[in-house]
């Protein structure tokens, strides 16, 4: 089956389209990833902006198109932790549904552990080391997904994310230490309240998903351009990023859009992101974690796959 899976995020809109077999083969097409911000002013207003929404709009224009051009037979739009939290996400999802003939839905915290933790997981050894953890570090929040060979033992969604925490403590450009500090203090209350210490100590493995940990690598790796193939399964210290925020924090936006390996885009937020994957290796007392291309966009479209579109 070939399916297009559009994930809408508070800080990004992708696309993935790739052919899938029903034993779970993903052969990927077309992969894109477009920083619209979704979330701006969400924590402080409660409702999806205008101009966000505009951002949104011109980019699924274009991705509709790339579906067409691809022919595929099933699709699916999944709507997550911005839209969530706006009074006005469920009339943006109707919109994104009917303007653009797209399988729409805004998804629950569970759905969105369950597709993030079978897309990051796809393709792991049965005896790697477990349990497991996924982090996803979005715009708006931050997903834990923890699991072993046995499935599914615990998932959350915090209320941290680049774009949330960004907005609401970051006020200079560089930001100033006593900023990134109140960042990294809220965060580290946010996910020691919300993940169970004894769940936290069980880990033995991370695995890191989505923008921020595979612009570490990137960044790590000097990528340009930008190579999934050299970042997918790479092992991210967190000396590495510890080193990482040291210097980005030191650099004003327009410094951080020349950084070798991160694109210019991802600049306005890298630094609290950094600074929450930084917090989430603690919080688990990880070393490092394997960076992987493998998401929600992947365990979207084998789930899609699995049930016929």
Do not use: K, W
């Not at 680049?162 to 970051?170: A, T």
């Amino acid at each position: 089956m070939r399916v297009a899976i559009i994930d809408i995020g508070t800080n990004s809109t992708r696309l993935l389209v790739a052919d899938v077999t029903a034993a779970g083969r993903v052969t990927e097409l077309d992969r894109r990833s477009t920083v619209t911000r979704l979330g701006q002013g969400v924590d402080a207003t409660g409702e999806l902006h205008p101009d966000a929404i505009a951002r949104v709009v011109d980019c699924l224009a274009d991705y509709r198109r790339a579906t067409d051009d691809h022919g595929v037979t099933a699709n699916l739009a999944v709507l997550t932790s911005a839209v969530r939290d706006a009074t006005n996400g469920a009339a943006f999802t109707a919109t994104v549904r009917e303007r653009f003939g797209l399988d729409a839905r805004t998804l629950s915290g569970d759905e969105e552990a369950r597709m993030t933790y079978l897309g990051a997981t796809s393709e792991r050894p049965g005896d790697a080391p477990g349990p497991v953890v996924v982090i996803d570090i979005g715009g708006g929040s931050t997903e834990f997904v923890v699991g072993d060979r046995d499935g599914l033992r615990f998932h959350v969604s915090t209320q941290a994310g680049v774009v949330r925490q960004g907005e609401r403590h970051i006020r200079h450009d560089p930001p100033q230490p006593e900023e990134l500090a109140t960042v990294a203090e809220e965060v580290r209350g946010i996910f020691a309240g919300a993940v169970p210490a004894e769940l936290r100590a069980a880990v033995a493995a991370g695995i890191g998903v989505a923008g921020t940990a595979t612009s570490c690598a990137a960044m790590e790796l000097e990528l340009e351009p930008y190579d999934p193939d050299r970042v997918h399964g790479h092992r991210l210290a967190r000396a590495t990023c510890e080193l990482l925020l040291a210097r980005l924090a030191t650099m004003d936006v327009q410094e951080r859009r020349d950084v070798p390996g991160l694109h210019p885009d991802r600049a306005p937020t890298i630094v609290q992101g950094v600074l929450l994957l930084l917090e989430a290796m603690r919080a688990y007392d990880l070393d490092e974690i394997e960076v992987s291309e493998h998401d929600i966009l992947r365990g979207a479209a084998l789930e899609l796959a699995t049930r016929g579109g």
